[in-house]
């Protein structure tokens, strides 16, 4: 696990966040994109006998969903046919669909999972995950993880499952983490609230939330170890103390794939909506490598100014081809790493001001077999939940 700064070591998402991931893959997506016609040859190479090199460092990409199926909601919504398509190429492919818990316990065992492993997991307990996604996924026998926001389940709002419901899906082989009581922007402190009174206060969610998904899901529900995805994908440092310190292994939505050095306080995914779910980039991702990330400076993804931070990353290594053609991309602008130790330890830092809200630095390098490593660092300026 990366140490960075800290001695633990390390959505809804808005229109204006939509459109700055839109210039991002706009200035990407034509170099990458290369990988979708590649991934054939290296699978060929396989069923010719040629070993086709993997990635030890990888263990697995794991894909976040919020709604299948509602148009009305299209910033955290994939169409039927989209979600349907996602899963025909995992299946027409030979991925191999695990439950999160799985890619977890590799992670915490540092043991290899098979090459192109991906799992599969949503975001607030939505009704159209039982109506649309779940029948699906039911039909192929794949499992897939539901992080519920339980106070929306249990206020009964429109548009979410209810409890009977996700005990059904319990039953069809479904599992399920916390994604907090009151699904609010966990990492920032009202006003006049000290930071004692911060962490009681998140602490008290969280656990409100596990209690209630353990009265009604019971051991459909991850707990050894528990699993949290924060709210928005959003997190500070002294919320990935308070996460470690309650035993969570935590998710973010920052993109890239799973690896052995990942952080477990912030584990990236895959984040799915209409605008983004064409199927060569869905490709891409899927396919993607774990850019072996084992330190980075700094660790916080909050900000109070707006200059865009200084980020400097440390890397197990790396082919030497691959680290040539290294890059990073943020709002639209390609940055060059600023190499601090040749093939191991670089910095970048965007040219733009940090937008209110999230965004992003993506990094990115080619492999020797048509796919691409990938890592991305979270920025977070203003309060969030948005």
């Given at each position: 696990?990366?140490?960075g ?8 998402a808005?229109t ?5 991931r ?20 290296a ?15 990888t ?9 299948v ?5 299209p ?19 030979d991925?191999?669909?695990?439950p ?20 599969i ?111 928005y ?135 020797d ?8 660092h ?7 939940g948005?």
């Open positions: 696990m990366a140490t700064t800290s001695t633990m070591a390390f959505t809804r808005s204006s966040t939509s459109d700055r839109g210039r991002w893959l706009a200035a990407v997506t034509a170099g990458l994109l290369a990988v979708v016609a590649l991934v054939p040859m699978r060929a190479q396989d069923e010719a006998g040629v070993a086709e090199p993997l990635a030890p460092e263990l697995a990409s794991v894909l976040m969903y919020h709604r199926g509602n148009p009305e909601h910033s955290t919504s994939v169409t039927r046919e989209q979600f349907r398509a996602h899963l025909d190429y995992l299946e027409r492919n991925f191999n669909v695990v999160l818990g799985r890619v977890v316990e590799a992670l915490q065992t540092r043991q290899p999972l098979p090459d192109r492993t991906v799992a997991t949503f975001d607030d307990a939505y009704a159209s995950v039982h109506e649309v996604a779940g029948p699906m996924l039911m039909a192929r026998g794949w499992p897939y993880t539901v992080f519920v926001s339980t106070g929306a389940v249990d206020a009964g709002y429109e548009g979410y499952l209810d409890w009977d419901q996700l005990r059904g899906m319990a039953a069809g082989g479904a599992r399920f983490g916390n994604h907090s009581r009151s699904h609010d922007p966990l990492f920032v402190r009202h006003d006049d609230e000290t930071r004692p009174q911060w962490r009681a206060r998140i602490e008290a969610d969280l656990t409100a939330a596990r209690q209630r998904l353990t009265d009604e899901l019971g051991e459909a529900l991850y707990q050894s170890p528990p699993l949290l995805a924060y709210p994908g959003e997190y500070s440092l002294e919320l990935m103390d308070l996460a470690a310190e309650m035993g969570f292994v935590a998710f973010g939505q920052q993109s890239g794939a799973i690896g052995i050095h990942s952080n477990s306080l912030a584990l990236p995914r895959y984040a799915m909506n209409e605008r983004f779910a064409g199927l060569d980039g869905f490709a891409l991702k899927v396919n993607s490598r774990a850019l072996p990330v084992v330190d980075q400076e700094p660790l916080d993804p909050v900000r109070e100014d707006s200059q865009a931070p200084r980020l400097t990353l440390t890397l197990a290594p790396l082919p030497e081809d691959s680290t040539a053609q290294l890059a990073c991309y943020y709002e639209g602008e390609r940055l060059l790493p600023e190499w601090l130790e040749d093939g191991v330890r670089f910095a970048v830092r965007g040219g733009a001001d940090l937008p209110v809200g999230r965004s992003r630095y993506n990094c990115t390098a080619p492999d077999a048509g796919r691409y490593y990938w890592f991305s979270l920025w977070i300026r203003g309060r969030g948005t």
